[in-house]
């Protein structure tokens, strides 16, 4: 059974499909630090059945890294610290997964919250939350951060930078602004590691833009609305580093009158079939949408929320069978099994007790 549902998955996901794929994953977990919290911890996921480690271990001691993201080499990861206003270079030990700091740079702006490693692996881009701006830093050869490239302040009245995302071709950054109501877009110089202003895409007035989901053909996008608890759906025109937008859904069954809460992470599956979006409080459940395969617009499937207690972040594993939920005030990250033909989620019972969970990286481990 095992073997044919790794082989599914791997029809599904290509990039996976050699003599090299991996059993099991290495999953860092990044979290709010405080009382109990010390920075990021690591588990291991099981693709055999979804099953997780008994017990996370502390992989790196750092404060608040409430994002994290991997070099393309897998040698480093980069945090951002929320609540020291910094960005961290870690080294990964490959056997053991444990992190050793290397630096920290400032990250400019108040509480950075979200950031990425370009595809030549030459510099770290992070969004700051706090007066709405984003910075390019350079990684050194031997991992560490450089002093800041490039950097960006938004404009306008109320400015909250949430995340920032680059293209395919590594020629434009799209930086969400909450605040803003806008997602601004800069042309990127991977090689200076500079940002210029270039244009802003409008989402819907009161939206608030949070998250940011590239489909694998690197034409379409997704954006959840962070306020108005909406998915939106874009085309891309990556020559031009033009956004428009296609359709606007509610994250929420018909049936729900809203009362507050908020939208938080977007992921699209590996497969680009689907794409799913996290509601929190006090709604608590995973949004499921399929995406049609010609015009990759949008139709709602359903919502999953059991064991699901404030998903600030999560994420799929490559192979696309699992998606790994971190609920950040239930104090857990739990596992869900992802049907292949519909995109629905069915709770595989595999539950990791975490402190505040705020965000699910994977990374193959050797068999």
Known sequence: MRSLLLAASLLLCPAVASAQAP???????????????????????????GSLSASPTLAG????????????????????????????AFAID????????????????????????????KNVLAANYSGGS??????????????ESSFQQ???KKKNGHSIHVDKANKFALCCDLGLDQVIIYGFDAVKGTLTPHGAFDTPKGAGPRHFAWHP?????????????????????????????????????????????????????PSGKFVYVSNRDPYNSIAIFAIDAKTRELTAVGHQGMGVKTPRNFAIEPTGQYMLVANQS????????????TGELTPTGASLQVPSPVCVRFMAMEK
């Open 94 to 121: 490959a056997k053991t997964g444990n992190l050793t700091f290397l630096n920290s740079e400032p990250s400019k702006g108040g509480a950075p919250c979200h950031l990425v490693v370009d595809a030549t692996g």
């Open 217 to 269: 053909d690197g034409k379409n996008a997704y954006i959840n609305g962070e306020s108005d608890l909406t998915i939106i759906a874009c085309a891309y025109d990556a020559d031009k580093g033009v956004l428009t937008q296609k359709q606007v859904l509610s994250t929420l069954p018909k049936d729900v009158k809203r009362k507050g809460g908020s939208t938080a992470e977007t992921v699209v599956h």
């Open 23 to 49: 059993e099991k994953f290495r999953v860092y977990i990044g979290t709010y630090t405080g009382k109990v919290s010390k920075g990021i911890y690591q588990c291991e996921l099981d693709l055999k059945d």
């Open 330 to 341: 239930g104090g857990n990250v739990i596992v869900f099994r992802i049907n292949q033909a």
């Open 154 to 156: 938004h404009v306008g």
């Open 61 to 88: 001691e750092t404060k608040s890294p409430s994002f994290l993201a991997f070099h393309p080499n897998k040698k480093f990861l980069y945090a951002v610290n929320e609540n020291d206003a910094s960005v961290s």
């Open 134 to 147: 984003c910075i390019s830093i350079p990684i050194e050869a031997d991992g560490k951060l450089g002093k």
